[in-house]
């Protein structure tokens, strides 16, 4: 018996590198998109080589997003820039309650990049967008000279359509509002940390890179009257709640002692003197519900697989700030940083 | 009177540069979006603030497209990046048959790059959207260090809504069909060549760049049965047809003589040595319509501001050819290049 990775016919000559000409409109970068990206995505939308999709949802109301991701290094515990890229937009419309269904995947590819990574990077695109039933359905590449990129930018677009029954945005965010994280923070981020520092830690750091739709859909589902939802990504935990905070003009108060933040990231985080509270997540959302339905949000993220906990509330003064009551019983701002603890975590 | 240029508020400190920090999640990025992104895109969905934009085209088909731009350098004579990833998405969604309604903005800045610039570059996509009543409804900004990247790269996705009654695609083509390009080909890769070289010529280049939407509408209320359309872009009109001629497995013959050049495009290419039918157009796209509909496309497309004329047709052998006829009468085969005679040309 094969193993399954050896079946596929092997895509491109080995240890071959992407050259300008790739990224060309000619004849090496069609067979580049032939090789590489049609033997991993295989929607037929994508065969009909034309410049564009045709979507047919048979409707409703649809969600649209986009992300870049510029992550150095582009593989690290836990996924690739590949996967992070089709996790990232799936989870931006998932955060809008709608369920991920069309994307998009244009590449910046600095010549020189192995064409073994990039077809790594495609396969496992492919294998998250296949996940949740995701389909890719357009793209484009260019490629830049050496020294004008590093090895793989990608950018996705998403569409979806929206099921949730009642807009799902900061400003329906009301005093009362339980604040719900779905799980521990700071995974990603340490993740990554690690690999660029070329750390090893008793306990392994991997990243938390997830689908977050089959949560959103579960809670959805259990009829919480949910108010915003917001992944948790560049800036981590603080800064999604300081933007929702603002944009509600509300106050968010957090209790330190409730975030759930695994020792190993922990241990990462204090060795670098970085607070987990602002490391990005890529698999964690915070949900604002109002306390009667808590209980019941709470049910069925556990029941999707998540670890959800309630970390603090929504307050109605003072009007766009996050509270923090510390482990030491203090309460102190928690504020927006100017710049990133780490550059390129997305 | 105030010029209408200096009513607007001063957006950003004059000679600021991007940072690492306006790429990070932080204030300085939210600083970046408000001041450069909000300032120049005004669509309600943006200000939001929420991870992506919902959309609600009270339905039918919808059509998806994205595209990257890493043309050097960011500015030439005729546009520049901005509006050049405007008109590069919508007329992917208008070579679809689809009106162009929603579009993606998604930025990698290198960490250097001048605030000025960035502003103009976003003035510059918010005038080309408006245009064609085209809504930025979604976007993102990442940054690279300085030596990763080169200036601004952009990639938008669009969604368009599917006007065409019957569909277009490569695979509609038929031999018989008429083969009409929408004007003189090769202005857009030829302005940016001169603007690279630091070239005068006597009458100005200047990039084509502009949407085909309104001829595209004009010629689907003509009511021509259109085939096929396709933009003149990466590679230029001698690409296209091959992309056309290899996926409907037929043959495009084309007259030489009768593809419009105009004379500086003309002599810019003699002086490099460059084939003016590789060049790349930004506003310029070849339709494959029926004969009998031949006389009625053109009428339409001459109406809406195109100077339209037939350049060939298509024959059913041999397969995935294109036949160039010269202008000293010899018949060659017209083959896609391998790579881009101008390579980071949009």
């Not at 392994?204 to 949910?226: F, G, I, M, N």
């Not at 069925?300 to 509330?313: H, K, R």
Request: aromatic share 4%; net charge negative; with cysteine.
């Amino acid at each position: 018996m094969k193993e399954p990775g050896l079946t596929c016919p092997v895509p491109h000559e080995p240890g071959g590198t992407v050259t300008l000409a790739h990224g060309s409109g000619g004849r090496l970068m069609h067979r580049l998109i032939r090789d590489i990206f049609l033997a991993a995505f295989p929607d037929p939308a994508l065969r009909e080589a034309h410049d564009g999709a045709i979507l047919d949802p048979s409707q409703d109301r649809l969600a649209f997003t986009t992300d870049s991701f510029v992550i150095r290094p582009i593989f690290f515990p836990g996924g690739d820039i590949g996967s992070l890229a089709v996790h990232g937009t799936a989870n931006d419309l998932a955060m809008c309650g709608a369920q991920p269904l069309y994307l998009s995947c244009g590449c910046i590819l600095e010549e020189g990049l192995s064409l073994e990574a990039l077809a790594t990077v495609a396969r496992s695109m492919a294998a998250a967008a296949a996940e949740i039933g995701l389909r890719i359905v357009t793209g484009d590449t260019k490629v830049v000279e050496r020294g004008k990129g590093d090895g793989i930018y990608l950018n996705t677009a998403g569409v979806g359509r929206v099921i949730a029954a009642q807009p799902i945005r900061p400003d329906r965010v009301r005093p009362g509002d339980a604040v719900i994280v779905s799980g521990d923070v700071g995974a990603h981020g340490a993740a990554v940390l690690s690999v660029r520092e070329g750390l090893k830690f008793e306990t392994e750091l991997k990243s938390d890179a997830c689908h977050l739709w089959p949560q959103v859909r579960a809670l959805l589902e259990s009829e919480a009257d949910v108010h915003c939802l917001r992944d948790l990504t560049r800036g981590g935990l603080a800064t999604a709640l300081n933007e929702i905070a603002q944009t509600a003009g509300l106050c968010v108060r957090a209790d330190e002692s409730s975030i759930p933040v695994r020792p190993a990231v922990a241990g990462a985080c204090e060795m670098f003197g970085l607070d987990p509270l602002y490391m990005a997540c890529e698999g964690r959302f915070a949900a604002f519900v109002p306390q009667h339905d808590c209980e019941r949000a709470l049910a069925a993220l556990q029941d999707a697989g998540a670890a959800p906990v309630v970390i603090g509330e929504v307050l109605a003064e003072p009007r766009g700030e996050v509270r923090l009551t510390t482990r030491i019983g203090v309460e102190r701002a928690l504020d927006m940083l100017s710049g990133e603890q780490l550059p390129r975590i997305c």
